[in-house]
């Protein structure tokens, strides 16, 4: 197993992983690396990638937009990770906005590769929750079970 951070190359043999959903600009739980070390206790030797968004070197003060490389590198290579995964967990944890974490679900809602955990108390919960519905996409009350379904997805 190995974790591909941005903007490195995302090239792996085996499945792909991508763990889409709060950030907050690197200021929310590292719900990431609960999910990175729980799948490392188990698959540490399968041909796995996990492609994790969170940037150990992320600058708040970049301006967001599209001539700005730093940050439009790092938008890219979320995209081009979403597209390549095989999965998308999704986390919405109910302190946080999460919008752009709720973009990616909306470009993604047809893939059928999205697992979605939205906490009860996210501001969005119901839009989240209907969009779901819809799609067919499978939702889980908390972290722990959707990573209970991930691995059943895995094996």
């Known amino acids: 197993m190995k974790v591909i951070?941005?903007?490195?190359?995302?090239?792996?043999?085996?499945?792909?992983?991508?763990?889409?959903?709060?950030?907050?600009?690197g200021n929310s739980m590292d719900w990431q690396q609960k999910i990175i070390d729980d799948l490392q206790l188990l698959y540490h030797d399968k041909e796995l990638a996990i492609l994790n968004p969170r940037r150990k070197n992320w600058d708040s003060s970049w301006a967001q937009t599209i001539e700005n490389e730093q940050f439009s590198s790092q938008v890219n290579w979320e995209l081009d990770a979403l597209e390549a995964s095989d999965f998308i967990v999704m986390f919405f944890d109910k302190n946080s906005k999460s919008p752009i974490s709720m973009?990616?679900?909306?470009?993604?809602?047809?893939?059928?590769?999205?697992?979605?955990?939205?906490?009860?108390g996210?501001?969005?919960?119901?839009?989240?929750?209907?969009?779901?519905?819809?799609?067919?996409?499978?939702?889980?009350?908390?972290?722990?079970?959707?990573?209970?379904?991930?691995?059943?997805?895995i094996n």
């Open 5 to 25: 951070y941005p903007t490195s190359k995302i090239e792996a043999k085996g499945l792909k992983i991508f763990l889409a959903g709060t950030i907050d600009m």
């Open 103 to 120: 973009l990616e679900l909306g470009l993604f809602a047809d893939s059928k590769k999205i697992l979605v955990c939205c906490e009860e």
């Open 122 to 153: 996210f501001w969005r919960k119901g839009n989240i929750d209907i969009v779901c519905k819809r799609k067919a996409i499978p939702t889980f009350e908390n972290l722990e079970d959707l990573i209970k379904d991930l691995k059943t997805k």
